[in-house]
C-alpha cells in the first residue's frame, strides 16, 4: 500500500517481532546457562512459546497480504488486466508469503515432527533475503530521497538475512540472536521513519530531491539502530536481573506445571496401587 498504513503494518510486525526476540532469547540463553553440567535440554515450555510464535508470525503474514491485495485500490487478486495491476501491492504481498512460510516452518520445528535442525532460522533468513531482493527493485524512477531511504533499509534486512543464516550453523548463540532482535527492531522503525518522510502526517511533504535531507536521513538511520541496540541491552538486563531474582522459583514452577500437565494420571495411578497393595 503506496501509503502510511502500508508503511506501519510490516513497521509494527518486525517491532513486535524484534522486542518478543530481545526477550526470549536471553531467557534461552540463561536458561540454558543455569542448567547442570551436561544438561542442555530445554522444557516443553519453550516449544510452546515458538509454537504461539509460528501461528502469530503465519496470521501476521495472512493478514498482509489480505491487506496489500483486497484495500479499495489493491489487485483484488488481478496480476494482469490489459497490463499490469499493482505490481506495489504484489511485491508487498510476496514479502508477506515468504513470512508466512517462515511461520509454518516455526510451528513445524515447534512440534515432534522429524524437521531439519535450523529449518526455522534457514526460512527466516530466505524471508528476509527476499524481502531485501524486491525492495532492491522496488524503488526504480523515484526521487533520490524516496530511493535513499529504502536502500537504508536494505543494510538492516540483508544483515539480518546473514546473522540469522549463521544461527542454522550456530545455533543457540547468544549474540547472534541478539544481533537478530536488533535488526528487526531497527527495521520495524526504520519502516515508520518511511511512512513518517514519505506520507507526514501533519500534512508537511519533505523535499524529495534536497541533499540536506539525504544526510539527516543518513544520520537519523543511524540514531535509530542505536534506539533499537539500547532497547535489546534494557531488555537483556532486564531478564538477567529477572532470572537472577526469580529465577529458581520460575524453574521450579515451570517444571511442575510441565509434569503435572504430561502426567495428569499420575496421582490416580498411585492411589490405585496403594489399594492393589491393601487388598493384598
Same mark, same amino acid.
Given at each position: 500500500?503506496?501509503?502510511?498504513?502500508?508503511?506501519?503494518?510490516?513497521?509494527? !510486525?518486525?517491532?513486535?517481532?524484534?522486542?518478543?526476540?530481545?526477550? %526470549?532469547?536471553?531467557?534461552?540463553?540463561?536458561?540454558?546457562?543455569?542448567?547442570?553440567?551436561?544438561?542442555?535440554?530445554?522444557?516443553?515450555?519453550?516449544?510452546?512459546?515458538?509454537?504461539?510464535?509460528?501461528?502469530? %508470525?503465519?496470521?501476521?503474514?495472512?493478514?498482509?497480504?489480505?491487506?496489500?491485495?483486497?484495500?479499495?485500490?489493491g489487485?483484488?487478486?488481478?496480476?494482469?488486466?490489459?497490463?499490469?495491476?499493482?505490481?506495489?501491492n504484489?511485491?508487498?504481498?510476496?514479502?508477506?508469503? +515468504?513470512?508466512?512460510?517462515?511461520?509454518?516452518?516455526?510451528?513445524?520445528?515447534?512440534?515432534?515432527?522429524?524437521?531439519?535442525?535450523?529449518?526455522?532460522?534457514?526460512?527466516?533468513?530466505?524471508?528476509?533475503?527476499? &524481502?531485501? +531482493?524486491?525492495?532492491?527493485?522496488?524503488?526504480? @524512477?523515484?526521487p533520490?530521497?524516496? %530511493?535513499?531511504?529504502?536502500?537504508?533499509?536494505?543494510?538492516?534486512?540483508?544483515?539480518?538475512?546473514?546473522?540469522t543464516?549463521?544461527?542454522?550453523f550456530?545455533?543457540?548463540?547468544?549474540?547472534?540472536?541478539?544481533?537478530?532482535s536488533?535488526?528487526?527492531?531497527?527495521?520495524?522503525?526504520?519502516?515508520?521513519?518511511?511512512? +513518517?518522510?514519505?506520507?507526514?502526517?501533519?500534512? &508537511?511533504e519533505? @523535499?524529495?530531491?534536497?541533499?540536506?535531507?539525504?544526510?539527516?536521513?543518513?544520520?537519523?538511520?543511524?540514531?535509530?539502530?542505536a534506539?533499537?541496540?539500547?532497547l535489546?541491552?534494557?531488555?537483556?538486563g532486564?531478564?538477567?536481573?529477572?532470572?537472577?531474582? !526469580?529465577?529458581?522459583?520460575?524453574?521450579? @514452577?515451570? &517444571?511442575?506445571?510441565?509434569?503435572?500437565?504430561?502426567?495428569?494420571?499420575?496421582?490416580?495411578?498411585?492411589?490405585?496401587?496403594?489399594?492393589?497393595?491393601?487388598? &493384598?
Open positions: 500500500m503506496a501509503n502510511f498504513k502500508g508503511h506501519a503494518l510490516p513497521g509494527t !510486525f518486525f517491532l513486535l517481532f524484534g522486542l518478543w526476540w530481545s526477550v %526470549k532469547c536471553p531467557l534461552r540463553h540463561f536458561w540454558l546457562k543455569r542448567q547442570q553440567s551436561g544438561r542442555q535440554n530445554l522444557p516443553l515450555f519453550f516449544k510452546r512459546i515458538d509454537l504461539i510464535e509460528g501461528i502469530l %508470525k503465519t496470521f501476521f503474514a495472512f493478514v498482509g497480504i489480505m491487506a496489500e491485495q483486497f484495500v479499495p485500490d489487485p483484488h487478486g488481478h496480476l494482469y488486466n490489459d497490463g499490469w495491476v499493482k505490481l506495489m504484489w511485491q508487498h504481498s510476496t514479502m508477506y508469503l +515468504f513470512y508466512g512460510i517462515s511461520g509454518i516452518a516455526d510451528i513445524l520445528s515447534a512440534t515432534s515432527l522429524p524437521v531439519p535442525a535450523g529449518l526455522d532460522r534457514l526460512s527466516l533468513s530466505v524471508a528476509l533475503f527476499v &524481502e531485501g +531482493f524486491l525492495f532492491y527493485f522496488h524503488v526504480h @524512477d523515484r533520490p530521497l524516496d %530511493k535513499h531511504i529504502h536502500s537504508l533499509l536494505l543494510v538492516a534486512v540483508f544483515g539480518g538475512s546473514a546473522s543464516l549463521l544461527e542454522v550456530l545455533q543457540d548463540n547468544a549474540l547472534l540472536e541478539l544481533i537478530r536488533s535488526l528487526a527492531i531497527h527495521q520495524g522503525t526504520w519502516f515508520f521513519q518511511i511512512g +513518517f518522510v514519505l506520507y507526514p502526517l501533519n500534512g &508537511e519533505w @523535499d524529495l530531491n534536497n541533499d540536506g535531507n539525504i544526510m539527516f536521513i543518513t544520520m537519523c538511520y543511524c540514531w535509530h539502530y534506539v533499537a541496540v539500547l535489546v541491552g534494557i531488555n537483556y532486564v531478564v538477567w536481573w529477572s532470572t537472577r531474582r !526469580f529465577g529458581e522459583r520460575l524453574r521450579g @514452577d515451570i &517444571e511442575f506445571s510441565l509434569r503435572k500437565t504430561s502426567h495428569p494420571d499420575s496421582s490416580s495411578s498411585h492411589k490405585a496401587l496403594l489399594q492393589e497393595s491393601d487388598e &493384598e
